[in-house]
Each structure stands twice: as C-alpha cells, then as structure tokens.
C-alpha cells in the first residue's frame, strides 16, 4: 500500500533531499558511512534507474501524476513515503518548475572498478576534464546509442549522477557502465596495458579522419574526448597512438565535445566485418 503524505511543511526534513541544491551535498548525504543520494527526474528516467537496480528513498510527485504517470513507479517502489503537493508547492520546494512532475531520491551504489571495465569490454569512452553537466549526460547518451561499451572519467570530470547529467541522458547513465580513473594515475599507459589503442579527438599535427577504414580494424579502442574549450591536453595528445579529427566545412574549426562524441561514436563504434 503506498504511503502519500500531502505535504504541509515546506520545511520538513523529510524534503531535504529535494531542497538541498547542492550536488556535493546529496553525494555526501550519508557521510560518513555510506555513500551519498542521488535525484532521478521524470517517470521514464525513474523507471530505468528502478530497471538498474537503484533503491529509491522517496518521491516527490505533483498530486495528478498519483494514478497517472506515475502510479506503477509508486507500486514499483512498493511503500517508498510519496510526498505529494500541486504543482506550485513543489516548484517552491525544489526552486524549479517540474516538467514532468515526479522526483526521486535514490541510494547511489558502488560503480564497477576501471579494472573490470578494461577487462570486460573492447570500445570505451574517456572523457577527461569535461565539467559541464549537460555535456556529460549528452556524450554518456551517445556512447549508450552507438556501440561503445562502457565509460570512463579523469577525476576532473562533473558526476554522471547530479540531476542535470541524469536528465539530459535520458536515463542512459543506468544503462552504460561508467566510473572514474584514480586520482594521479597515467591512464593513457594504463589503457595500453589492457591492450587498447588510444585515440585521442583533437585538431592536432597529422590527423586521421575519423572515417578512416584503419580505425574500424582495431580491436580495442579508447575513443578520448577533451574538456570545452580548450580540448586535449597535449601531453595526452603526444602519449596517444593515433589522433583523429572530424572534417569541417571551411570556416568552422571544431564542434562542441557533445555533438563530437556522437559522430565520434558513430563511426568508431563499429568495427570491420
């Protein structure tokens, strides 16, 4: 039976997961014995977080998604406490408008180590230095639409797992493995050591365009992706094995790193028959 509490204090602890704006706080949420909580927004995205195994805490829904949109995440979630208000209410208790009316805090887990994924997969992602939110969630969308198989992340990076990455993947981030390199480690030598050819994505010296047919022969790749702005740092550029570049149209010198990843994967997501 699930349990909806119409809500009347703004300031209930209860709500905390949802009026806390700090990303950094909900990942310390538990601190210090567990690890922190996350906030999964809309009901197709809750649905695949639910799918991958997350624990939800508690929803927020606007009172007509109760038996619409989200009534079978609310029988899913099987007694999780369901806050419910209008529409006004929740935006001043999250200080947003709600497009899609249902929240949900959820338990982060333990992500796969970066030695499972090099040892399990053959087509990785790298993103190092990528800060920007949306940028994550859209390069991690299209890693997970176009045959690469994991992704991994330089300490640097913003988290897979604040609500604007989460939103903007489209739920992709449940779908596609991903964590995050060690702090002060090569990773260019280590992806090496499990037997992958690195690429790295920059407007550098003698360049491959990424269509050619001896990417698409290589067994194990690392496709590597740079911060805005500035891209690759040289020094990963000059340790790479090869580096590959997306043919513009004159006049235009390079694309944003989320439109980049997709043609990226696109073509050396595939491999030669």
Same mark, same amino acid.
């Given at each position: 039976?699930? *349990?909806?509490?119409?809500?009347?204090?703004? %300031?209930?602890?209860?709500?905390?997961?949802?009026? @806390?704006?700090?990303?950094? *706080?909900?990942?310390?949420?538990? %601190?210090?014995?567990?690890?922190?909580?996350?906030?999964?927004?809309?009901?197709?995205?809750?649905?695949?977080?639910?799918?991958?195994?997350?624990?939800?805490?508690?929803?927020?829904?606007?009172?007509?998604?109760?038996?619409?949109?989200?009534?079978?995440?609310?029988?899913?979630?099987?007694?999780?406490?369901?806050?419910?208000?209008?529409?006004?209410?929740?935006? *001043? @208790?999250?200080?947003?408008?709600?497009? *899609?009316?249902?929240?949900?805090?959820?338990?982060?887990?333990?992500?796969?180590?970066?030695?499972?994924?090099?040892?399990?997969?053959?087509?990785?992602?790298?993103?190092?230095?990528?800060?920007?939110?949306?940028?994550?969630?859209?390069?991690?969308?299209?890693?997970?639409?176009?045959?690469?198989?994991?992704?991994?992340?330089?300490?640097?990076?913003?988290?897979?797992?604040?609500?604007?990455?989460?939103?903007?993947?489209?739920?992709?981030?449940?779908?596609?493995?991903?964590?995050?390199?060690?702090?002060?480690?090569?990773?260019?030598?280590?992806?090496?050591?499990?037997?992958?050819?690195?690429?790295?994505?920059?407007?550098?010296?003698?360049?491959?365009?990424?269509?050619?047919?001896?990417?698409?022969?290589? %067994?194990?790749?690392?496709?590597?992706?740079?911060? %805005?702005?500035?891209?690759?740092?040289?020094?990963?550029?000059?340790?790479?094995?090869?580096?590959?570049?997306?043919?513009?149209?004159?006049?235009?010198?390079?694309?944003?790193?989320?439109?980049?990843?997709?043609?990226?994967?696109?073509?050396?997501?595939?491999?030669?028959?």
């Amino acid at each position: 039976m699930p *349990q909806i509490i119409e809500v009347n204090n703004l %300031e209930s602890e209860d709500l905390k997961p949802y009026t @806390i704006t700090s990303e950094i *706080q909900l990942k310390r949420y538990f %601190e210090p014995d567990k690890l922190g909580i996350f906030i999964a927004e809309s009901p197709k995205v809750i649905r695949l977080a639910l799918n991958a195994g997350y624990e939800p805490l508690s929803i927020l829904a606007e009172r007509k998604y109760i038996n619409g949109q989200a009534n079978d995440i609310i029988k899913r979630c099987n007694g999780v406490p369901v806050y419910t208000a209008d529409s006004s209410v929740l935006t *001043q @208790i999250t200080g947003f408008k709600l497009t *899609q009316g249902v929240l949900c805090a959820m338990k982060r887990r333990e992500n796969p180590s970066v030695t499972e994924i090099l040892e399990r997969f053959s087509r990785i992602a790298v993103l190092e230095n990528v800060m920007n939110q949306t940028n994550i969630g859209a390069v991690i969308r299209s890693a997970a639409a176009m045959n690469i198989d994991a992704v991994l992340l330089t300490p640097e990076c913003s988290d897979p797992l604040y609500r604007r990455s989460v939103r903007v993947s489209m739920g992709t981030v449940f779908r596609i493995p991903w964590t995050y390199f060690d702090n002060n480690i090569d990773y260019i030598e280590l992806l090496k050591k499990y037997g992958f050819s690195t690429v790295a994505m920059a407007l550098h010296g003698n360049t491959l365009d990424v269509d050619n047919p001896l990417l698409k022969s290589i %067994e194990k790749m690392a496709v590597i992706l740079g911060t %805005e702005g500035e891209g690759l740092k040289q020094s990963t550029i000059e340790k790479c094995d090869y580096t590959v570049k997306i043919p513009m149209a004159e006049g235009v010198d390079s694309l944003n790193v989320a439109a980049a990843s997709a043609v990226a994967f696109w073509e050396l997501g595939k491999k030669s028959e």
